[in-house]
C-alpha cells in the first residue's frame, strides 16, 4: 500500500510500543504527517477519515493529558473512543482479568488499542495478544513513545532544527519514562545532552550507554546553574511518586529542582522550557507567561502527532 507522499505506508497495522522502532527517515514522516493533522485542525476542525472506526483507550494509571489527547486526536479524525480511564477500577480487571484476556475481549469492538500500564513490557506483551495496533500509552518506567514523538516534534517546531541542539534533561531521570523515550530519540540525531539529577535518580546506565555508543556528547550533573546559560532546550521533570516504595525518600526529592524567573534571567534568549507534565513545582507559575514557556504548546501538539499516528495505523493519512 502507498500513501499520499507515494512512499510505501510503513505506518499501517503497526504497533507504537518504543521509540526504538523508528529511524530517522519515519521520524521525518511522522512529522510531516503530523503538519498535515494541524493544518486540517487549524483550517476545519477536523476530518471524517476514521469516521465509524473505534478506538479502545485503556488506562491503568492516571492521566490527563495522554488519555484527552487520545480521545480529542481519535474524535477529531471522526472516529470514536471506547474510553476505560480511571475507571479500570469498575471493569472486569478489578475482578482479576489478565491483560491478554481484556485486550482479546477489546479488539473485538475496536480497530485500534491504546494502553497504558504499570508494568514494564505491558504493551509489548499486549500487542503480542492483539490482532489490532496496540499503542504504548506509557508502561511503567519503561517508554512513552509517543510522548517522546511530541516532546521531539515540538523541538523541531520551535527551534526549527534538531541537528546542533544542547538539550539539558532535568529531574526524575531514573523513573522518567518520558526521558528515557526521547533520549532513545534523540540519540538519532546530532545533539548534546546534559543529564541533570540528583545521584539517586540518575539516567539508568544501559540508556546513558546507548546515547554514547550512537556517538553524541553526554554529560551529567546534578545543578541546573551548571548548564542553564547553554542549553537550547530545559526538559523538566516531575519526581515519579508512584514508582517510590519509600515516601519519605520521595519527600527529599520533590522540590529539588524548581524553575524560577530568576533562573530563567540565565538563559538564553532563544531557548525553551519543556515539561511532560503534571508538573508540581518543578516550573514556578510565574515563568508561564515567559514566552520561552513551551510547555502548554507542547500539550497541543500532542493531539497532532497523535491524530497522526492514529490514522497512520488505520491506514489513512
Ligand atoms: C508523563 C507520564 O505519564 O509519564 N505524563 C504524560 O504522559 N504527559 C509524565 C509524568 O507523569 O510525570
Redesign the pocket.
Known amino acids: 500500500m502507498s500513501g499520499a507522499s507515494g512512499k510505501p505506508d510503513w505506518l499501517v497495522g503497526q504497533d507504537i510500543l518504543t521509540v526504538k522502532q523508528f529511524d530517522a527517515e519515519q521520524l521525518a514522516d511522522i512529522f510531516e504527517r503530523t503538519d498535515r493533522m494541524r493544518d486540517i485542525v487549524r483550517q476545519r476542525g477536523g476530518t471524517d477519515i476514521l469516521a465509524r472506526r473505534v478506538l479502545a483507550a485503556l488506562f491503568y494509571?492516571p492521566?490527563?493529558?495522554?488519555s484527552a489527547s487520545f480521545i480529542a486526536a481519535m474524535e477529531r479524525l471522526g472516529g470514536s473512543v471506547i474510553p476505560i480511564t480511571q475507571g479500570v477500577q469498575f471493569s472486569s480487571v478489578s475482578k482479576g482479568e489478565s491483560l491478554p484476556d481484556t485486550i482479546r475481549t477489546l479488539e473485538q469492538y475496536a480497530d485500534v488499542i491504546v494502553l497504558?500500564h504499570p508494568l514494564v513490557g505491558s504493551a509489548s506483551e499486549a500487542a503480542e495478544a492483539a490482532s489490532v495496533p496496540v499503542l504504548n500509552?506509557?508502561d511503567g518506567a519503561g517508554e512513552?513513545p509517543t510522548?517522546a514523538l511530541l516532546d521531539l516534534y515540538t523541538i523541531r517546531d520551535e527551534l526549527g532544527r534538531l541537528d546542533g541542539l544542547k538539550i539539558a534533561m532535568v529531574g526524575?531521570l531514573r523513573f522518567?519514562?518520558?526521558v528515557h523515550s526521547l533520549t532513545r530519540l534523540l540519540s538519532k540525531y546530532d545533539v548534546e545532552l546534559s543529564f541533570v539529577s540528583p545521584e539517586i535518580l540518575r539516567l539508568p546506565l544501559d540508556l546513558m550507554n546507548e546515547a554514547r555508543d550512537a556517538g553524541l556528547k553526554v554529560r551529567e550533573t546534578y545543578s541546573v546553574a551548571d548548564v542553564i546559560d547553554q542549553v537550547d532546550v530545559l526538559y523538566m521533570?516531575?519526581v515519579?511518586k508512584e514508582r517510590f516504595t519509600d515516601l519519605e525518600q520521595y519527600e527529599e526529592l520533590k522540590g529539588f529542582y524548581v524553575i524560577t524567573p530568576e533562573l530563567m534571567r540565565q538563559a538564553r534568549r532563544d531557548m525553551i522550557v519543556m515539561h511532560?507534565?503534571?508538573r508540581v513545582g518543578e516550573i514556578a507559575p510565574e515563568v508561564d507567561d515567559d514566552p520561552r514557556a513551551a510547555y502548554f504548546r507542547q500539550v497541543k501538539n500532542?493531539m497532532y502527532v497523535r491524530m497522526a499516528l492514529l490514522a497512520g495505523v488505520l491506514g489513512k493519512e
Do not use: Y
Open positions: 494509571e492521566s490527563t493529558r495522554t497504558r500509552a506509557g512513552h510522548q526524575d522518567g519514562r518520558t521533570t516531575r515519579q511532560p507534565l503534571p500532542g
